[in-house]
């Protein structure tokens, strides 16, 4: 019996600093309403859901950014969204910003399933941008300011199949689809806010859609998966957001897009057997990377790089314009 899950990627548009969480709440629940009616059985919010992206913006004092987090999941603002879930019967993840009772800061999504329970949470492991405000740039990117890095990528056993998590900047990684697709997953959901300009290479903003879609489809491909990327797309706060949301096969083939840059559902059967297609064929781990030959190429340590190149490259470094993004 063939496991096809309906999923809706739920984009939003985008959220003002004006924006009450109650108000963003009502538009997600219904978005939920429409992934039901559509017969959804998981709807994927984007990152960071609940509020505008406020790494865009410095502040000299952590407390005065609290507001933005949430200390409780549910909390009152968003136990509405649980409780609809469970009464239409239909999972979703979310991603938000997360103050645990110590004190840490995540950038955190969780999987909530039919029933409304959690059953999945993650914490955003590549954070870019920078830690200290940059006056050069027309808008910050402090995610390193704001969160700490979470501690690696896990998969649920939910919605009768494999699913894992990831955020945003994680899905230009391919460790990402790999660490997930090693511990057999079959679906991967990933929210992302991502600014059309990009202050250290602007010559990348024309090129945004391109990249998102390319990391996309070649993870979901590597690796013998089904990725959901949904983002928050649109204005906000003066900073264009890339909407482009995709739901992508294990092929690599894009299964449903969104094509605005508002609220939009789109929605794609999701047959989970189809991974085995892939991964018990062209990306079988088990056959392909054998230890005894990859832990030789593993070892390596960066390019062997000749004597007489290296002399060459380093006379040749000049220094560069703008400070490199930290650690991007
Ligand atoms: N945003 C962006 C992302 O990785 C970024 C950061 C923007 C990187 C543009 C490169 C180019 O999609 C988040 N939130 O990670």
Redesign the pocket.
Same mark, same amino acid.
């Given at each position: 019996m063939s496991r096809v899950l309906t999923v809706g990627a739920a984009q939003m548009g985008p959220i003002q600093l004006a924006d009450a969480r109650p108000e963003v709440v009502e538009r997600l629940v219904a978005l939920l309403r429409s992934g039901a009616a559509a017969g959804c059985d998981l709807v994927v919010f984007p990152?960071?859901a609940l509020t505008t992206?406020f %790494?865009r913006w410095w502040v000299d004092d952590l407390a005065d950014a609290d507001h933005f987090y949430e200390t409780e999941m549910p909390g009152p603002d968003t136990r509405p969204l649980f409780d609809e879930a469970r009464r239409l019967g239909v999972g979703f993840h979310l991603g938000y910003a997360e103050l645990t009772s110590a004190g840490h800061r995540y950038?955190t999504a969780i999987l909530v399933e039919r029933d409304g329970s959690i059953v999945g949470r993650y914490r955003?492991v590549?954070?870019?941008?920078h830690s200290e405000h940059e006056p050069w740039r027309a808008f910050q990117?402090l995610?390193r300011y704001y969160f700490e890095a979470g501690d690696g990528f896990a998969v649920h056993g939910a919605f009768g199949g494999v699913v894992g998590m990831a955020?945003?900047?994680d899905?230009?990684w391919p460790e990402t689809y790999r660490v997930l697709g090693l511990q057999g997953c079959e679906l991967a959901l990933i929210g992302?806010?991502? %600014?059309?300009h990009?202050a250290p290479d602007p010559a990348?903003d024309r090129l945004?859609g391109f990249?998102?879609h390319l990391v996309l489809q070649s993870g979901a491909y590597q690796n013998g998966m089904w990725v959901v990327g949904v983002a928050k797309a649109g204005e906000e706060e003066g900073c264009a957001l890339?909407g482009e949301s995709a739901i992508v096969a294990p092929s690599g083939e894009i299964a449903a897009l969104c094509t605005t840059d508002g609220d939009e559902l789109a929605v794609a059967e999701v047959d989970l057997d189809l991974c085995a297609g892939y991964t018990g064929t062209l990306f079988d781990f088990h056959r392909y990377r054998r230890p005894e030959v990859y832990g030789r190429i593993t070892a390596q340590r960066g390019p062997e790089v000749p004597a007489g190149v290296r002399a060459a490259l380093d006379d040749n470094v000049e220094s560069t314009a703008e400070p490199e993004e930290e650690g991007?």
């Open positions: 990152e960071l992206f %790494p950038n955003k590549h954070l870019p941008g990117h995610e955020i945003c900047n899905r230009r992302y806010n991502t %600014p059309i990009y990348q945004q990249h998102n890339l991007s």
